[in-house]
């Protein structure tokens, strides 16, 4: 009986590498395959009974930029323009989201609404952290908009939205703690810790 693991909780370099890619189909509209692997549209064959496909919560009328959880307890909309999009490799955004990096959107404060759920996001402070903080889903654990009102801006993760961005990602930081294991195959412009503005 196989177990999965995160491999963005996994320390250091535990030796393997992805093989491929799943569900390519079903990719993000930010998201580019260029790394060489294969790339499947769900399951590879010899694997396409392993576990049904689930369809997903309804969402909200169309409007804005719609984002939701797993479960769609939690839904919200962006109605105004985002400032930018970026991936972060610093360690904390790999222990949050158990990938190699955080993929998030800023936005301004009031240009996120809650349209379902706000009272559901819990919020999880880092006690050695002046800023960082993992707001997420009570029901299903997915990790949701933190928004900071007193500074004006959120974070949005791109992978909680169901609609394409206004943005896509422009740039990496962090990357100086960047996983062994995931190969960075664009030429987006890299910073070795937080980006120089
Ligand atoms: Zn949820």
């Known amino acids: 009986m196989p177990i999965f693991v995160p491999a963005g909780l996994l320390e250091g370099d535990f030796g393997q590498r992805p093989e491929m890619h799943l569900f390519a189909g079903d990719r993000a509209s930010w998201v580019r395959i260029d ?23 309804p969402l909200d009328p169309p409007g804005g930029i719609r984002g939701s959880c797993l479960c769609g307890k939690i839904r919200f909309v962006l109605d ?41 996001v819990h919020r ?14 009570g029901s299903c654990g997915s990790a949701v908009p ?24 422009s740039e990496r930081i962090h990357v100086g703690s960047r996983v062994p294991w995931h190969p960075i195959g664009d030429d987006l412009p890299c910073h070795a810790e937080r980006a120089p503005r």
């Open 35 to 57: 790394d060489g692997l294969p790339a499947f549209e769900g399951f590879p064959p010899g694997m396409e009974d392993f576990e049904p496909l689930e369809t997903r919560p």
């Open 146 to 169: 933190v928004v900071e009102p007193e500074r004006g801006f959120a974070i949005v993760p791109l992978g909680a939205l169901d609609d394409p961005p206004d943005v896509v990602p």
């Open 80 to 120: 105004g323009p985002s400032r930018l999009a970026r991936h972060c490799h610093c360690l904390r955004c790999q222990r949050a989201r158990g990938a190699a990096c955080a993929s998030n959107l800023i936005t301004d404060a009031g240009h996120l609404r809650w349209t379902a759920g706000g009272d559901l």
């Open 124 to 137: 999880y402070r880092l006690p050695e952290a002046r800023l960082f903080r993992q707001d997420f889903c």
